[in-house]
C-alpha cells in the first residue's frame, strides 16, 4: 500500500524534528534529568510537528532502554506507537471527542495503570474544541493525576483553553518551519525518491508551504503524480491555481500609472482562469511584502534576476505608499471573507486602488498660502488639478484649499471609527483652520470637546502622520458652535452629493 511523503518521512525521533530545537532540546533535557511533567500543552500552526511530537516523546517514555531522550524504534513498544497500535497511547479527536461523556470515559480509563508499558500517554488532539463542561470533568484529573497517566494536548489555538487549564500543563510554541528548513526537507525527499524537478519549483512549494511542512509534502506529492517526468514551476502553477509572479508585477505597474483598463482586464482574466479572488489578493500582498524586503536590504532567499526585478518595482511606489496599499488589502481581505461575492469585491477594491493617488503637504501648503481662507468657497479652480487622498472615490473632483483639509480631517475621523466610534464622532466636529509644515489648527466648539480629544492627541496625531506621510502635531483652538452641516461628515458628503441645502432643522 503506497504511504504518503508526509507519513513515510515523519520524524522516528527528537532529533528529526525539523525547526522546534527549542522545544525537542526541553523535552530531551527532561527526560534525562527525570524531570518528566503530568501534562504537557503543545501549540502552534498546523503542519509543524506537534502531534509527531507528542509521539516521539510517548515512545521516549515507554521505550524499553527508558525513559530515555533517544528512543530505539526497535523494541515493541516503540514499534507499536509508530505504527498506532499500542493500547497505552491513546490518541482522541478533540473535535469529535469533545463532550463531557466523552470525558467521564476517559477518567474512569485513566484509573487503570498501563497494560504494558510504563506510562499511559493521552494524545488530545486540537484540544480547544472541547466544550467547557469537558474541560471541567477533565480539570480534576489534572489536579490530583494518578502516577502513571501522562496528558499531552496539542492544538492552534491556545488562547481558547480555560486559564485553568493552561495553568496546569507545560506549554511549548512550535513555531512556523522557516523557508531553508521546509527546502532543505523537500530535497532531502526528492533525493531519496529521484524525483526530477526544476529548483524554482522547489522554492515555490516551500513558499507557497508558509511555514507548514506537511502541506510541503502534500504538494510535492501531488505534482509527483501530476507529472511523470520533469516537475517546471509551471506545472505547479496549474496544479495549485497559482498566478505567476510577473503578473504581480503588472498589477502594480497599473496601479502606479491609474491605469485601471488594464487592470481590471487582467483581474478579470486571471479569475476565469480559475484562480480566487483571495490567492490573487494574498498573492499580490506578498508581492508587495518581497518588494519592501528587498529594498531594504532584508536577506532573503532570491535568484539575481527575481532581486532585480524587486527592486525595479520599488522605484514605481514609495515605501509609504506600498505600505497605505498593503494596509488597506489587508482590510479587504479580511472583509471579503464575509462577502458574497469575492470576485466583485476585489474588481471594486482594485479599481479604488487605480485612482489612489496621494498629495504631498508641501503641495497642499502651497496652495493654501496661495489662496485667501475666505476666498476657498469662491475658487474652486485653484487646486483643481491637486490630487485627492481618498481612496474611496474612483473619479477625481475639483477641491479647495479648505476643503482639502476638511477631506484629511475627516479621514483621520473614519480611521479612528475602526478604534473609538465615540471619539472619531467628536473629531468629525472639528474644523481644521489652518495648515503648515509642522501643524494642523483645528477648532472644536466646546472645551468638552477639545479636551476629549486632547487625551487621545497622541493617537491622532499618529493617524495623521500616516495619512499626511509628515510629521504634523495637532493645535487646538476654541471655534464657534457649527452649523449642523459641518457638525455631521456624513451629512456633509450627502449634501454635496446632491447639490442639496439643509431648509430646516429637527428639534
Not at 504537557?40 to 509521539?55: E, M
Not at 517514555?61 to 491513546?90: A, Y
Not at 462577502?339 to 477594491?349: A, C, F, G, K, V
Amino acid at each position: 500500500m503506497y504511504t504518503v511523503f508526509a507519513r513515510k518521512y515523519r520524524p522516528r525521533n527528537f532529533d528529526e524534528v525539523i525547526g522546534q530545537k527549542h522545544c525537542t532540546t526541553t523535552l530531551k533535557n527532561a527526560i534525562s534529568q527525570g524531570r518528566i511533567a503530568h501534562a504537557y500543552l503543545f501549540a502552534g500552526p498546523r503542519g509543524v510537528g506537534k502531534t509527531t511530537t507528542a509521539r516521539i516523546l510517548a515512545k521516549a517514555l515507554n521505550c524499553d532502554n527508558g525513559p530515555t531522550p533517544t528512543p530505539c524504534n526497535e523494541c515493541v513498544h516503540c514499534k507499536e506507537i509508530t505504527q498506532g497500535s499500542s493500547v497505552d497511547v491513546i490518541e482522541i479527536d478533540g473535535a469529535s471527542n469533545r463532550g463531557i461523556d466523552e470525558i467521564r470515559n476517559l477518567r474512569e480509563n485513566a484509573r487503570y495503570v498501563p497494560s504494558s508499558s510504563r506510562y499511559k500517554v493521552y494524545i488530545i488532539d486540537e484540544v480547544h474544541m472541547l466544550t467547557d463542561p469537558a474541560f471541567n470533568a477533565l480539570l480534576k484529573i489534572l489536579e490530583e493525576p494518578p502516577s502513571h497517566i501522562i496528558f499531552i494536548f496539542a492544538t492552534t489555538q491556545p488562547q481558547k483553553l480555560p486559564q485553568t487549564i493552561l495553568s496546569r500543563c507545560q506549554r511549548f510554541n512550535f513555531r512556523r518551519i522557516g523557508f531553508e528548513d521546509t527546502l532543505s526537507m523537500l530535497k532531502v525527499i526528492i533525493e531519496k525518491e529521484k524525483i526530477k524537478i526544476e529548483e524554482n519549483a522547489i522554492k515555490l512549494i516551500a513558499r507557497k508551504a508558509d511555514g507548514a511542512l506537511r502541506d510541503a509534502e502534500g504538494m510535492l506529492d501531488q505534482l509527483v503524480a501530476y507529472s511523470d517526468s520533469l516537475i517546471r514551476e509551471e506545472d505547479i502553477r496549474n496544479v495549485l491555481g497559482l498566478p505567476s509572479e510577473d503578473v504581480f508585477f503588472n498589477i502594480q505597474s497599473y496601479i502606479a500609472k491609474g491605469n485601471t483598463k488594464e487592470l481590471l482586464s487582467l483581474i478579470q482574466q486571471m479569475i476565469e482562469s480559475g484562480i480566487s479572488a483571495e490567492e490573487i489578493l494574498t498573492g499580490f500582498l506578498e508581492h508587495l511584502r518581497l518588494v519592501l524586503l528587498v529594498n531594504t536590504n532584508v536577506n532573503i532567499s532570491l535568484l539575481p534576476e527575481e532581486r532585480k526585478k524587486y527592486i525595479t518595482a520599488d522605484s514605481q511606489q514609495s515605501p509609504n505608499v506600498i505600505l497605505r496599499i498593503m494596509r488597506f488589502l489587508l482590510e479587504t481581505r479580511r472583509e471579503m471573507r464575509y462577502s458574497e461575492n469575492p470576485d466583485i469585491y476585489l474588481l471594486e477594491t482594485m479599481t479604488r486602488l487605480s485612482a489612489f493617488k496621494t498629495v504631498p503637504i508641501e503641495k497642499i501648503i502651497e496652495s493654501l498660502e496661495a489662496t485667501p481662507y475666505g476666498a476657498a468657497e469662491e475658487s474652486p479652480a485653484v487646486s483643481e488639478a491637486k490630487e485627492s487622498y481618498r481612496t474611496d472615490e474612483i473619479t477625481a473632483y475639483g477641491t479647495t484649499p479648505k476643503t482639502k483639509m476638511q477631506e484629511i480631517w475627516e479621514q483621520v475621523a473614519g480611521t479612528m471609527e475602526k478604534e473609538s466610534k465615540t471619539i472619531a464622532s467628536i473629531i468629525a466636529l472639528g474644523n481644521p483652520v489652518e495648515l503648515d509644515k509642522n501643524r494642523i489648527v483645528v477648532e472644536f466648539p466646546n472645551d468638552f470637546h477639545r479636551d476629549a480629544i486632547k487625551e487621545k492627541k497622541k493617537l491622532v496625531e499618529k493617524h495623521l502622520s500616516e495619512i499626511t506621510g509628515k510629521d504634523l502635531k495637532i493645535v487646538f483652538k476654541k471655534g464657534k458652535a457649527k452649523d449642523i452641516e459641518k457638525e455631521s461628515a456624513i451629512l456633509k458628503k450627502t449634501l454635496r452629493f446632491f447639490s442639496a441645502e439643509v431648509v430646516s432643522r429637527g428639534g
